[in-house]
């Protein structure tokens, strides 16, 4: 595949995200591609909207797994872009597009030309939420090529093209989502003696929630939280029964991980009894950490640096958090950044990553699989 049929598959595959287990389209979309490949010395199997294809290696003495998530996210696309997403309130602002293309352009190298060893390329659904990569891990289709070894890659809008970024040990946080309900009397808006606010005390237990990282968590150790989303009440002047908090907290380790949620469950019995409210708290999808084998950060660095047009870069470890963390858990690897230079960041409605780094991506990809 050359630059421009990469651009294309990118944006195509732009104007098609689909929320977790819901990428239908997304998932033909790339069954016709790799339909399109040469086909003698590969297999496929499909789970769920996710795929497999294993690749058999011209003298295999292991196999090598390279995973792409392929979902998009609830957000309304702002970029103005003429190949935008067709699908209203959902987008690909996390990069998944690029992870697909680049996957989808090194399978077709290695599907005409293989390596010595045997690869799987592992289209896995439902990063985002609500987590695709633990029950593929646990998958019958996924035990049939199990690989040994295995890697992945990020976009990273603050990294200039040509840039790839690693490190040995912790790459991504521990994550979990947050959900918090709180129930208490509502009423009319002129008799809160009455009542028992669930506005107010939505509003109280975000800032108490702050204080958690602020003072609880060791200031040599790390932690986020983050509401994103609060809603409650029904009209101006009603006060609400019902509030709901949405967020996710980030540790560095997964100690951490759980002194905050019992910090978060300590401080919920609080409100209970100060603002006379039920309180009921979910948290929703876990993520393990991204945690990195130092000596295949160490090939992978070997083989970076035999590339011509590839620079690498020593990584700080980061908050955000991947479902990859629950492969690398059991099959040793690593994951990777691949710098997109854009304004705007992961997550957000205008995220424009330049399209060269697909190139760079393919390379990388297909480097590693030959050189590891
Ligand atoms: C790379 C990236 O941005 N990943 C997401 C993973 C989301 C996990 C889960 N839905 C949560 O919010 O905890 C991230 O937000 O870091």
């Known amino acids: 595949m050359d630059r421009k049929q990469l651009q294309t598959i990118r944006r195509e595959l732009?104007?098609?995200?689909?929320?977790g287990f819901e990428e239908f389209k997304t998932q033909q979309y790339l069954l016709d591609e790799i339909g399109r490949m040469p086909q003698?010395?590969?297999?496929?199997?499909?789970?769920?909207?996710?795929i497999l294809v294993f690749v058999k290696g011209k003298h295999p003495s292991k196999t090598i797994g390279y995973r792409a998530d392929i979902d998009g996210l609830p957000i309304t696309e702002k970029t103005g872009f003429d190949f935008h997403s067709?699908?209203?309130?959902?987008?690909?602002?996390?990069?998944?597009?690029?992870?697909?293309?680049?996957?989808?352009?090194?399978?077709?190298?290695?599907?005409?030309?293989?390596?010595?060893?045997?690869?799987l390329f592992i289209f896995q659904p439902a990063e985002e939420g609500p987590g695709g990569a633990k029950p593929l891990l646990?998958?019958?289709?996924?035990?049939?090529?199990?690989?040994?070894?295995?890697?992945?890659?990020?976009?990273?809008?603050?990294?200039?093209?040509?840039?790839?970024?690693?490190r040995k040990g912790l790459l991504f946080a521990n994550t979990s989502e947050l959900f918090i309900?709180?129930?208490?009397?509502?009423?009319?808006?002129?008799?809160?003696?009455?009542?028992?606010?669930?506005?107010?005390?939505?509003?109280?237990?975000?800032?108490?929630?702050?204080?958690?990282?602020?003072r609880r968590v060791d200031p040599l150790d790390s932690a986020v939280v983050t509401i994103g989303k609060i809603t409650g009440g029904t009209v101006q002047n009603v006060i609400a029964e019902h509030a709901r908090l949405e967020g996710t907290i980030r540790t560095m380790s997964p100690k951490a991980m759980e002194e905050v949620k019992e910090n978060i469950e300590r401080l919920a019995k609080g409100l209970e009894l100060g603002h006379d409210c039920e309180v009921s708290i979910d948290y929703g999808a876990?993520?393990?950490?991204?945690?990195?084998?130092g000596n295949h950060v160490?090939?992978?660095?070997?083989?970076?640096?035999?590339?011509?047009?590839?620079?690498?870069?020593?990584?700080?470890?980061?908050?955000?958090?991947?479902?990859?963390?629950?492969?690398?858990?059991?099959?040793?690897?690593?994951?990777?950044?691949?710098?997109?230079?854009?304004?705007?960041?992961?997550?957000?409605?205008?995220?424009?990553?330049?399209?060269?780094?697909?190139?760079?991506?393919?390379?990388?990809v297909e480097a590693m699989i030959r050189g590891w």
Request: with cysteine; net charge negative.
């Open 40 to 50: 003698e010395h590969i297999e496929i199997k499909t789970w769920r909207t996710g």
């Open 298 to 364: 160490e090939s992978f660095r070997r083989v970076v640096a035999e590339l011509k047009d590839v620079d690498f870069q020593e990584a700080p470890s980061a908050m955000t958090g991947e479902d990859f963390g629950y492969m690398l858990k059991e099959i040793p690897g690593f994951m990777f950044w691949l710098g997109v230079e854009s304004e705007y960041g992961l997550h957000h409605a205008r995220l424009t990553p330049d399209e060269q780094a697909l190139t760079t991506g393919v390379d990388t």
């Open 286 to 293: 876990n993520y393990h950490q991204v945690y990195n084998d």
């Open 181 to 214: 309900d709180l129930k208490g009397k509502g009423g009319h808006a002129a008799y809160p003696h009455h009542t028992h606010d669930m506005v107010v005390a939505a509003s109280y237990f975000v800032t108490q929630l702050q204080q958690i990282v602020a």
């Open 138 to 166: 646990e998958s019958e289709e996924f035990q049939f090529w199990r690989p040994d070894v295995i890697f992945a890659l990020h976009i990273a809008p603050d990294l200039p093209v040509g840039t790839v970024s690693s």
């Open 86 to 119: 067709r699908h209203k309130g959902k987008m690909h602002a996390c990069g998944h597009d690029f992870h697909m293309t680049i996957a989808l352009g090194a399978l077709s190298r290695l599907a005409g030309n293989p390596a010595q060893d045997n690869c």
């Open 14 to 19: 732009h104007q098609i995200p689909e929320l």
